[in-house]
């Protein structure tokens, strides 16, 4: 199905399902401990042999000798798998390095050998065994010292360098005006379930249980690193512990498993050690961004600049922090620059919200200090320069922004105009009290996805589609999407996901997942529903789907009988035209604060938390919610906590493990407020609906660090906001 | 109390612990050393040195023959095959492989099964069936009390023991008046349950979830 022209009124209106906050389908399975993630298969592999990972000592130079033989004679060792013995490997196309290094090293933890045993206490023992001589060679670790080394980056569709009017000009001119930098720092996933497979080959044929947010990607990346065809690659990924943009590509697990099963000649399960994780697989690259905004005196943004600069290994991609700042404010002289220098750290790549998220980071803090240069309260600083249309082009509106809206209820119902302009001004005890608040912008790009479905003689709709679950919500609003439909109630409905024997989605990424996938799936039902009339011998035009049942004029019969003697099975894609081109398609929110440090100690408690988001239609009010309570949440740790500490003498990140690398915890956060404002979007899919997973991390940080300077009048610009960094110039207030 | 017949098992435990230990030594410094070329271990072919052990899991009763290195984690997840209890860190760091043990919860990952002789344990799977939930399991999914799933076995294990703790008297960091039962306020919950990360965030439901459990309890 193509979709060119915007969405009419189609059966999805009907919401007696889709839109409904309706419990998660796999809830019954999830909290009993019984739905089974990639490493629990027992089932498929009962006699698979366990791998242990050692990554490499250092972050760049060469093996000069491994010295294998007393690990590979060690008790219960089935196989060692190095560089050496693995044969010829590719690289896949989403990844920067060989996710198996030797003699080369790229970075460190980079995957130098995989030990196969019977038991994973025998593999990790004899990894300890295998003796690894280095020769190490010079690398560059520091990104503020390689900032002037950074070349411009970009793609065709994004070119590293956007312009509008004069910029210069402008902004010399302006009458009021902000020239400030920002940090942010290397942020990991930290995703619960390390990266996990089961490996096991049946001849020529490679099976791998995994978990994995993008099945077809993945396919075709093991083909082009085993150098096999991708039609002998059959990988499922049902149920995926988190993922967070760090499973959107193979690693190194997945990889590993299958050269050691075809090594041990049986299964072999892998999966990454906690401690490996943060420096083996990717991480959110830290930036450094200067922001430069000119306005009015009365607050008119006349020229606003945001360069950006991040680094990553050789042939590596620049994190996009300036995506936002070409189109969330208004202003006349326009400048954006993104700059990528070559570092030698471990490879950066997408995490949650990549470009806005750190972008978001340092903008949203630069409009609040231009509203306080201007005596404007934030909130009215940000719908003074809103706009409706694209500020580089003008022609394209965007689908729907409901920016202002947001910014507005959300003062409301967060009781902002308590708020003194002044910081330093509340107090509850021991504690300074601040507000603060951030705008929320991200796009909601659209992705071409299938889907098949099936009647069965039951009644039962049964949808496959390789779309993944990462605790988004998909299983659920797939089956809504289905059972709105086809006419069924929910529990007619069986979802199958993540295998890469079902059509391809749109994978789960870039908040593109839930609009995509569900549209696929309504295109494959479009589909089945003209065969169940065709079938019956019902006039297709005005067929009703109900209760079980399809009525076309004065006859009604039941759905199941369409499949009587034969299933009926419907495949298609929903495939995206022009709409997102001429139009912008976007998600826009507003991110309300209130903080408390503690007077002496500098010590910041998040004590209120609001988002308000205007995304499209939102297919399941609960998991939705679910979706932002979670990104604010990981938006509060890029606030206060987390931050990947670069040796920049050996280039790795110190802290690797779950108690170096703080996440936020219960006791960090609040009870938290989300409103979904009333939105459906025709431009985006049959759905109307749009990306929400994302949107909800962008701008919270900010929101939490403008709040912090309410509460204590101390302005920090690198992240995290941790007390180091308020200590010196906490206020005298006893 | 352990009778005098449970003590004799542990005094025959440990002297097979004994012996295992000498055996791993052995083949160690053996293999090592590269010292005996006419007798190099076989590839492959060693045999991990066992010890038994036995507890009841989720009732029932379980005895194991396990190398003496496996964690009481690894025990459930692949010596049973009770994957329900997840690793997430493998060093005490993230909550994940939270199970109830003697009827206090404890990071499975954090120590070796065969320490576990006569112990009673509870996991994920031993509270409630998806056709069966327990009630802290159907406020989990009520409240949406996850996302990926994959630290919700050990969440909801620690807020089962949570507010066993609290009716026990037990105070935490956050209990203000420590000759006063705790409060069962949201401070308390949060307090208690900070052992178990959720990266996909879903602490605030989670805590709305408990907090319902433990109003039907009072």
Redo the contacts between chains.
Sequence with gaps: MKFDTPATTNPIDQLKIVGQPL??I????????????A??R?DVAPNAAYGHVMGSAIAKGRIASMDI??A???????TVVTAENAGKLGKGEYNTAMLLGGPGIEHYHQAVALVV??????AR?AAE?IKVAYAPAKGAYDLAASRDSAKPSGKDDEPADSRVGDFDAAFAAAPVKLDATYTTPDQS??????HATIAAWEGDKLSLWTSNQMIAWSVGDMAKTLGMPEDKIHLMSP??????GGKLWIRADVVLAALGARAAKRPVKV?L???LMFNNTTHRPATIQRLRIGTTKDGTITAIGHDSWSGDLPDGKPETAILQTRLLYAGANRLTRQRLAVLDLPEGNSMRAPGEASGMMALEIAMDEMAEKLGLDPVAFRIRNDTQVDPEKPERSFSQRQLTECLRTGAERFGWSARKAEPKQMRDGRWLVGLGMAAAYRGSPVIKSGARVRLDAKGTVTVETDMTD????SYTIIAQTAAEMMGVPLDKVVVKLGDSAFPVSAGSGGQFGANSATAGVYAACVKLREAVTAKLGLNAADAQFADGQVRSGQRSIALAEAAKGTELVAEDAIEFGELDKKHQLSTFGAHFIEVGVDAATAEVRIRRMLAVCASGRILNP??A???V??????GAGAALMEELAVDTRHGFFVNH???GYE?????D????EVIFLDETDPLSSPMKAKGVGELGICGVAAAVANAIYNATGVRVRDYPITLDKLLEKMPDVG | MATPRENDVKRRTLMAATVATATVGT??SR??A?ASPAS?????????PTLKVSFTVNGKPRDLEL?P??TLL?AL??GL???????????G??G?CTVILDGRRINSCLTLAVMHQGGRIT???G?????K?HPM??A???H?G????????GQ?CSAVAVLEEIEAGIPSHVTADLNAKPALD?AE???R????????????????AIGEVAGRKA
Excluded: W
């Design positions: 419990d998660r796999d809830g019954p399975l999830k909290t009993t401990g019984t739905a089974p993630y490493y629990e027992h033989a007393t590979k004679a060690a008790p219960g060792v089935l045993a019977e038991t994973l206490e025998q023992d065994m996933h930290a995703m619960m379930e390390p149920y995926i512990g988190g993922g967070f999966a050690q906690r401690p990462i605790g988004t919500g609960k998991s919610r679910s979706q309570i979670g990104a604010m949440t990981m493990d779950l108690a996440v936020p915890v219960h006791a956060i609040p009870h938290q | 083949i160690a293999a090592g590269q190099p271990p076989a590839p492959g072919s060693g045999a991990a190398d290195r496996t690894d997840r692949e095959h009770l994957g329900g209890t997840k690793k997430g860190c493998d060093h760091q993230c994940a996991t994920i799977e509270l409630g069936t998806p056709d939930l399991q159907a989990f999914v009520k949406d996850y996302q990926c799933g994959y630290c919700t076995p909801i949201d919950l949060r307090e349950m900070s052992g178990n990360i959720c990266r996909c965030g879903a602490y605030s439901n989670i805590v709305e």
